[in-house]
């Protein structure tokens, strides 16, 4: 359920709550980052280097911790010339503005994923979706390495519908985007790079 704003015609807010998902098993938190410990045996990992990037050992089984980047997905939707940015009620960044998204599921096609978590967290899907770039960056200061694709989005018809990990959701002027609220600076990228 959402509401208009007054003084803001294109806010919609969720009204109730932020949605039935808090601490449902795909909202990742950003604590477990270095890993401490070996996830085949349990024992402790040490760090070691390895052609100048950090990389972490199991000193009982050998288990190596490589630090890849998880994937995300994000998405660009226009209305006119306004941009569809959503407000973050979880940590990391919890209240900081952001592009709708999220993580890919193992055996998840990327474009699937986009598809999924608009719908689950703005009641829309994905009719035409390009990928425009890819950016990396770290979930949340100090976190795990996050390799996130923007996509081009036309979404389906229908209201859009905050709930899930968004508490809102706004369309913003080219011009009225609030850069220094954007946590992620791979969104502020991404957005720039949408706007080249
Ligand atoms: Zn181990």
Redesign the pocket.
């Known amino acids: 359920m959402i509401e208009e704003r007054p003084g803001f015609p294109g806010a919609l807010r969720a009204v109730g709550g932020v949605g039935g998902h808090v601490g449902a098993p795909h909202v990742m938190k950003s604590k477990p980052w270095p890993p401490r410990f ?1 996830a ?2 349990g ?1 402790r990992l040490r760090s070691f280097g390895q052609a100048g990037h950090a990389r972490w050992r ?1 000193a ?2 050998g ?1 190596i911790v490589y630090g890849n980047p998880v994937l995300a997905v994000v998405a660009v939707m226009t209305r006119g010339d306004r941009i569809l940015l959503t407000r973050r009620a979880h940590p990391p960044f919890a209240g900081t503005w952001d592009l709708p998204g999220g993580f890919v599921e193992a055996d998840e096609e990327a474009a699937d994923a986009v598809d999924r978590e608009l719908r689950e967290e703005l009641g829309v899907g994905v009719r035409r979706a390009r990928l425009l770039t890819m950016v990396t960056d770290r979930y949340g200061r100090g976190g795990f390495p996050v390799a996130t694709a923007v996509y081009r989005v036309t979404p389906t018809p229908g209201p859009i519908t905050p709930a899930a990990d968004v508490s809102e959701a706004r369309w913003f002027a080219r011009g009225a985007i609030p850069y220094r609220e954007i946590a992620f600076p791979s969104m502020r990228r991404a957005l720039r790079a949408f706007f080249r």
């Open positions: 070996c085949a045996c024992a199991c009982r089984c288990f």
